[in-house]
């Protein structure tokens, strides 16, 4: 393994580790206490719950595919047909999970509204706007690359 790419693939743990926990431990926990308390906004707050443990699923691609394309890079493959794909995918799973997050935005608005919380809202839509911004991102890099591999192509082609 290079040394470059060590700190990224421990990030990409470390980023890991704390939403597995989340979803293991917190989440239950949230789920069981709203339903022990008898508080009315239960219900929306399972649909909250559901949706956090969906997204969980492309998240985990997503990380799984960031671990890939470091290690496309320790392998000198960076600029392949491999990395273009994994970017594609790592785009998908965070419009993915945006979607989901865009999609539970009413009971987050339900919880904001009779709780009278209105940063519940606002926690929703950073939910739903922090992945669309990861895509874009992805989309970018994509679009780079495969810009990049056909200059390289065509180079390798004249000389």
């Known amino acids: 393994m290079k040394r470059e790419t060590i700190f990224l693939k ?6 890991g580790a704390p939403v597995l926990a989340l979803c293991i431990f917190v ?7 709203a339903a022990e308390s008898g ?12 949706v ?3 997204s969980a699923i492309p998240f985990f691609v997503a990380l799984y595919q960031a671990f890939q394309l470091l290690n ?15 970017l594609k ?32 809202i606002v926690i ?10 990861v895509a874009v991102f992805a989309a970018v890099l994509q679009k780079l690359l495969k810009n ?6 065509e180079n390798d082609l004249t000389v």
């Open 27 to 33: 989440l239950p926990w949230i789920a069981k206490d």
């Open 52 to 54: 956090m443990y969906v």
């Open 124 to 133: 929703g839509m950073v939910l739903t706007f922090a992945p669309m911004v």
């Open 10 to 15: 421990l990030a990409v743990f470390l980023i």
């Open 89 to 120: 995918i790592i785009k998908f799973c965070a419009i993915t999970i945006s979607g989901l997050y865009l999609a539970s935005m009413p009971f987050f608005y339900l919880i904001g509204e009779i709780d009278d919380a209105p940063g519940v």
């Open 39 to 50: 508080w009315e906004l239960a219900y929306f707050l399972y649909g909250i719950l559901i």
């Open 72 to 86: 496309y890079i320790d392998k000198n493959k960076a600029f392949s047909e491999l990395s273009v794909r994994a």
């Open 148 to 153: 990049a591999i056909d200059i390289k192509s």
